[in-house]
């Protein structure tokens, strides 16, 4: 009995340890199997989302008849990538994708590691198991501001540590690089151009992927940071780099504001290009490539009131209009924030931002390109910019004239110490007390935003109206700068355009200028056009009449941006003075060079004439 009991007992280990021996190996079920190949075709087990893959499965035997392979996570029924098997072979491997989306589950639940199984007639071959690393976020500045901005997002207690992301805001060294759109205590020095701090971007970028191993990064962005991706997008960008940019507040059609700093030459060339008409004339006719990137919105709108909009339409977030924001094509949501806010808010975060980078696989559209161009922004008419300095304890007077028919006048202040204060006398003489309600009073603290000081006044009294600009206890002992404007709803129209906004190097420009009052063209009492070009120097052309219009011809000289700046001043019949001024853009192109192929063959032409007339000097010498 003894001996019978340990014969069956050895055959059953002998059993149990055959199975045990044939046992699907780790990437196997059934006999299949089961494999992720990098783009080299290695086999890997660990991946970051967005990484281009190949997929590869292997039939326990050759297959009868083709056979239709499909891939999915363990407990998902979403079909990731599929392959067919022919008829006779046993394996098949994907066409290339992007593995989008795979750190993260339907509810947004990272997933740091997974299973992914390939079937055949519902039935899984194989399986592999991944671990996966989020895709890493690259965030980019606006105007005036820095790394810093973003110091919400970034940290141990940052928003995206939270959800186990990784942030790198350009110019924090994290990756070499720092952009420069201006610095609030060196305003005269120069920017980057868009292009300058575009190319900045896309060597942060590759550092950031060297780091990370990550093939795709997101962009998130805000302000002018916006439009210097977009220049990335569209110019420099390695294929497949970016997997989503992710935009707050960029004014895609530009902001009337930045006339204010441009007025007293700041921060430039970047505040000419945040102006409506380069935006619009010149950056969106040329910039407007995706190579596949989606592209997603947020337009703050706490401004809902004309009369608290000191240089932008309505609804704004006091310097971009939502309006400039969906200048291009893409979702646009919108919160009721100040353009200082987005970056900082955690609700931008919550509702917007956080759920783009937790898109699952099957979210990410493939962005087709749109036409150039895009929409424009409302014909805003504005007076010249008053521009003035005021010493410690001083104060400069600015008068400014309003026309009949005005319905809304909006004053806009930029001071860049923001400690100026103003004294408003109407029209009737009389001192009027500013305050919220009635005259729209706002103050913006923050120093990278256009305007400083706003407010308003409904159905004004034609007139001059005289601004006191003081100081007070705060203005820095060595005085500041001021710009001053004022937009008008109603009253008298200038209309300003030029002949070309892409003209050659060498090819004249025509800049034309035509005022209105009721529909009828008024004849000018002073008008000219201030061109301030590349280099700063600044040409002042006298507008000469021309029909009902009037005109003015500068030929670029160099290429680069030309900001040019319309003045025009007429009286009314009853002795009205009526003040308008508009802000255009030209960007000069190169003019046409030799090709690189003559001036080769010129050179080797030089070059063989001088050996022959070498050669031909040593015979005579030897001859000699």
């Known amino acids: 009995m003894k001996t019978g009991a340990l014969f069956f007992l050895g055959i059953f280990m002998l059993l149990v340890g055959g199975a045990g021996l044939s046992a699907p190996a780790a990437g196997q079920t059934a006999g299949g199997r089961a494999a992720v190949l990098d783009r080299d075709g290695r086999e890997i087990d660990r991946l970051t989302d967005g990484d281009t893959i190949r997929l590869r499965a292997e039939l326990p035997a050759a297959a009868g008849a083709s056979e239709t392979i499909a891939w999915r996570f363990a407990g998902s029924e979403g079909v990731l990538a599929t392959c067919?098997?022919?008829?006779?072979?046993?394996?098949?491997?994907?066409?290339?994708l992007a593995a989008l989306g795979w750190f993260w589950s339907p509810a947004g639940v990272p997933q740091p590691e997974r299973t992914l199984k390939a079937a055949a007639s519902g039935a899984v071959i194989g399986s592999s198991r991944l671990v996966i690393a989020a895709r890493p976020v690259v965030m980019v500045h606006g105007y005036i501001s820095s790394w810093e901005a973003w110091q919400a997002y970034l940290g141990p207690d940052g928003f995206l540590a939270a959800d186990g992301l990784r942030g790198f805001a350009?110019?924090?060294?994290?990756?070499?690089?720092?952009?420069?759109?201006?610095?609030?205590?060196?305003?005269?020095?120069?920017?980057?151009?868009?292009?300058?701090?575009?190319?900045?971007?896309?060597?942060?970028?590759?550092?950031?992927?060297?780091?990370?191993?990550?093939?795709?990064?997101?962009?998130?962005?805000?302000?002018?940071?916006?439009?210097?991706?977009?220049?990335?997008?569209?110019?420099?960008?390695?294929?497949?780099?970016?997997?989503?940019?992710?935009?707050?507040?960029t004014p895609m059609a530009g902001s009337d504001c930045a006339n204010l700093p441009a007025a007293l030459g700041f921060f430039m060339p970047a505040s000419l290009e945040i102006q409506p008409t380069y935006m619009v004339g010149v950056f969106n006719r040329q910039v407007y490539r995706r190579h596949g990137v989606p592209f997603y919105g947020i337009a703050g709108t706490q401004i809902l009131e004309a009369l608290k909009s000191p240089c932008t339409a309505v609804p704004s977030d006091i310097v971009v209009a939502r309006a400039s924001v969906l200048a291009i094509p893409m979702a646009v949501s919108e919160i009721p924030l100040l353009h200082s806010d987005l970056p900082l808010s955690p609700r931008v975060y919550e509702t917007f931002v956080r759920p783009r980078l937790q898109t699952p696989p099957g979210g990410f559209p493939t962005e087709a390109d749109p036409p150039p161009g895009g929409q424009g922004l409302p014909d805003l008419q504005f007076t010249r910019v008053f521009t003035g300095d005021v010493a410690a304890g001083g104060s400069t007077p600015v008068v400014v004239p309003i026309d009949p028919n005005v319905t809304l006048a909006n004053f806009a202040l930029y001071d860049p110490t923001r400690s100026l204060a103003v004294t408003v006398r109407g029209a009737s003489g009389n001192v009027i007390e500013l305050d919220p309600e009635t005259n729209g009073l706002i103050e913006i603290d923050d120093p990278s935003t256009m305007v400083y000081l706003g407010y308003a006044f409904a159905n004004p009294r034609p007139g001059a109206w005289e601004v006191t600009v003081r100081a007070t206890e705060s203005t820095p002992a060595a005085g500041t700068p001021f710009a001053l404007a004022a937009r008008f709803q109603g009253g008298a129209l200038l209309e300003g355009t030029?002949?070309?906004?892409?003209?050659?190097?060498?090819?004249?420009?025509?800049?034309?200028?035509?005022?209105?009052?009721?529909?009828?063209?008024?004849?000018?009492?002073?008008?000219?056009?201030?061109?301030?070009?590349?280099?700063?120097?600044?040409?002042?052309?006298?507008?000469?009449?021309?029909?009902?219009?009037?005109?003015?011809?500068?030929?670029?000289?160099?290429?680069?941006?030309?900001?040019?700046?319309?003045?025009?001043?007429?009286?009314?019949?009853?002795?009205?003075?009526?003040?308008?001024?508009?802000?255009?853009a030209v960007e000069a192109q190169p003019a046409p060079g030799v090709p690189a192929a003559v001036w080769a063959g010129a050179v080797l032409l030089a070059l063989g004439l001088t050996w022959l007339g070498y050669r031909q000097i040593r015979r005579r010498r030897r001859r000699s």
């Open 84 to 96: 067919l098997v022919p008829a006779g072979e046993s394996g098949c491997t994907t066409e290339p």
């Open 170 to 249: 350009v110019g924090d060294g994290q990756a070499a690089g720092a952009l420069n759109t201006g610095r609030l205590d060196a305003p005269y020095e120069p920017t980057g151009t868009i292009a300058e701090n575009a190319a900045v971007l896309g060597a942060y970028i590759e550092g950031v992927r060297q780091r990370t191993g990550a093939e795709k990064v997101d962009l998130l962005v805000h302000s002018m940071g916006g439009m210097i991706s977009r220049y990335y997008i569209d110019r420099l960008m390695p294929a497949g780099a970016v997997a989503q940019l992710i935009i707050l507040g």
């Open 498 to 584: 030029t002949s070309n906004t892409l003209p050659r190097q060498g090819e004249p420009v025509t800049i034309a200028a035509r005022l209105t009052a009721g529909g009828q063209p008024l004849t000018l009492s002073g008008g000219e056009a201030r061109v301030r070009g590349p280099s700063g120097t600044v040409q002042i052309l006298p507008l000469t009449a021309d029909g009902d219009g009037y005109r003015a011809v500068f030929t670029p000289q160099a290429p680069g941006l030309y900001g040019i700046t319309l003045r025009a001043t007429a009286l009314t019949g009853d002795g009205f003075t009526i003040d308008r001024a508009a802000s255009l």
